[in-house]
């Protein structure tokens, strides 16, 4: 018999998984540092394959600064920077492509040999293939962001950061929920009700928050009203409207501060009521109840976090811990939805 009629639960795929997943969480810090250090338009090429070797001589370097020199972020933001602070921000963007290129491969690779080998449970393979094809796109999304800010901009466009960030983020829980069918195997039955519900709510939520962030990021929204709980002493800051509706969704450093904090509060709130429902529930399980409890500690700590973070400023290591916590959040909610699905 073949383990594809042995078992339909795997460890060692789990395990895999839940390693990429790990990566994909150290992608998006380095993402986010190469954010906050106005690193990402620093190598103005795609280059899926010869871009893993970086400049190895001086000429290299040279030519590689020479292209950053003839982008509008060089000529109105860096005019006059000199090549040892090119190299400085070039490894934070050479750092971020390589680990998305050790990702697929850590990705590939395992999954080749566990389709040869017949390890993978049947019921998993295509879900599998589609996180490796969402991987791919997540590339090419990448430098669909960056080509943004190549010729007219001084940054990427906020939208794209958005949705590439988001695309990690969706990466990232469908990494989690399938590690965790291979860990447990299929279940007897599954619940559809309303936990079940509620959990992709929540979900729902906390995504949504992550993306308003990625416009606070994209529009450097967080270096602008750093006082809290007002907006420089004002419910609604001044420049809260656009020129359009899509100016002020998407590029209103006002508004799109505004609607991070307000989609904050609205999911505070949801987590503390999500947590005490799944306390006093006799429907849930104990697993269900902790795991609803640590997602409400987590969306309340990562509050905290998102305040400090405004308030200070925006200093690297605390933008970065806010993104860990976004990571930490979403994994949990997941794991709460699966589990609620099962009996």
Known sequence: ???FLRSDRSTPVAIWLLIVAAMVVAMIVVGG????????????????????IPPLSDRDWSEEFARYREIPQY??????MTLAAFKSIYWWEWSHRFLGRLISVVFAVPF????VRQELPRRLIWRCGGLFVLGGLQGAVGWWMVASGLSERVSVAPERLAVHLGLAFALLGGLIW??????????RQTITGPWTRRAFALIGLIYLQILLGALVAGNDAGFVYNDWPMMNGALVP?????DSLWATLAHSQGAVQLHHRLAGYLLVAAGVAVAVGAWRSRYLNDDSRIIALAVAVTIGLQAILGIATLMLGVPIWLGVLHQVFAALVLSLAVAFAWRVRRP
């Open 238 to 242: 001044k420049d809260y409207a656009g």
């Open 178 to 187: 399938t590690a965790l069918d291979a860990w447990t195997g299929s279940p």
């Open 1 to 3: 018999m073949t383990s």
């Open 33 to 52: 540092a190469t954010r906050l250090t106005d690193s990402g338009l620093s190598i103005t090429e795609w280059k899926p394959v010869t871009g893993a």
């Open 112 to 115: 080749v040999w566990f389709l």
């Open 75 to 80: 000529q109105q933001l860096n005019r006059g």
